[in-house]
């Protein structure tokens, strides 16, 4: 039987209605967080602006709260990349996302700067001084290097940080706060240890739920894992298959919402990474192909959506939302974009400021 076929639109909108950018709905952030399989978090605030435009009435005190109260995490996960994610995600994704942990080390210039050192005494030194006390990167290659006189010290400190199932402690990551990160273990912070057998089945399910339709590449390229394929394929009857433009399988849940592709989306503001723009491997679904080196070319990639393609980056300088359009914007989604930069300046400036928009004319 012939696979349905789905064009970039009708992937657009899937994309767009499982990430919540169609339309703002109330829901708890944890449940969000959870439902979306972490957000991107290199940049401290990005979650707090992600979940801005994913969910109705949002409050930046409920994400803080909580971190602060160690029900969400920031740590290394999905492609070597901060995550937030939730406690419980925490303890069942590191495992899971451990060998790509490892291969990031093993190519970079830290990795051969230790060896002959003992990685399981080094990791074990790490560990014991980071739940005696969280402490910095930096903090923790001075101890380090009193321990192995003569091995470059943040070479030892990045060993650990990569090896180590470690978390970013507070107040980094909490609303409009600046703080170095500091670093304990998962099992210190939580009091719990990782799952012993977490499923990766069920990881390649949730990433379809949040992302698909999508092909065995984008899974690889949103984890950063390899051989997915036989994980896909032990999943049979649980998957529905379609087809894309240029004839490659994409793979599905059962239930996975597919809108009609002439859904309206309203112009919609996302952080630095957001892994709506990442989560793929061909990602001409919400970014064109003729856009993706300038899009990749901003530093941290804010960008804002356009009929739910990307149409320009923005960046905020006090209390004014600088936007640059990738093209000149119609006069109708011009307005529309202003309208929502506008809110999006009102909620992230303070009370005694009046935010502006500026536009970019190209």
């Known amino acids: 039987m012939p ?57 930046p005190q409920e994400l803080s709260t909580l971190i602060t109260e160690r029900r969400a995490v ?14 419980r995600d925490s303890l069942g994704l590191y495992p899971l996302m451990l060998p790509v942990l490892e291969r990031t080390f093993k190519g970079s210039a830290f990795s051969k700067q230790v060896v002959g050192v003992d990685l399981d005494e080094l990791l074990a030194a790490g560990r014991e001084l980071l739940e005696a006390k969280p402490r910095t990167r930096v903090e923790l290659s001075r101890l380090l290097a009193e321990l192995w006189n003569g091995v470059d010290p943040a070479s030892l400190a990045y060993a650990v940080t990569f ?59 949103w984890c950063g894992l390899t051989r997915i394929r036989g994980v896909v394929d032990g999943l049979g009857d649980q998957l529905r298959v379609f087809a894309d433009e240029d004839g490659q399988e994409l793979l599905d849940t059962l239930d996975g919402p597919l809108p009609d592709p002439e859904t309206p989306a309203p112009p919609r503001f996302l952080p630095p990474f957001d892994n709506a723009i990442l989560g793929h491997a061909d990602r001409s679904r919400i970014i064109a192909r003729e856009d993706r080196d300038t899009v ?67």
């Open 74 to 87: 920031r740590m290394g996960l999905m492609r070597s990349t901060i995550h937030l994610v939730s406690a």
């Open 296 to 362: 990749y070319g901003d530093r941290l990639m804010r960008t804002f959506l356009v009929d739910g393609f990307v149409a320009g980056t923005w960046r905020v300088d006090g209390s004014t939302v600088h936007l640059r359009p990738l093209r000149r914007l119609s006069r109708e989604d011009r307005l529309a974009v202003t309208e929502e930069a506008t809110r999006l300046g009102e909620w992230v400036a303070s009370e005694t400021e009046a935010p502006s928009v500026q536009v970019e004319d190209l």
């Open 163 to 221: 090896l180590t199932p470690l978390v970013q402690v507070p107040p980094r990551g909490l609303w409009c706060e600046r703080a170095q990160p500091r670093l304990t273990t998962v099992q210190a912070w939580l009091g719990e240890e990782l799952e012993r057998e977490p499923s990766r089945s069920e990881m390649v399910l949730r990433y379809l739920a949040a992302f698909g339709p999508a092909t065995v590449r984008d899974v690889q390229a």
């Open 3 to 59: 696979r349905v076929l789905l064009g970039r639109r009708a992937l657009n909108r899937a994309l767009l209605a499982r990430q919540g950018l169609i339309e703002r709905r109330p829901k708890p952030a944890l449940e969000a967080i959870e439902h979306v399989v972490g957000m991107q978090a290199q940049e401290p605030q990005a979650p707090y602006i992600g979940l801005w435009s994913r969910l109705a009435d949002f409050r």
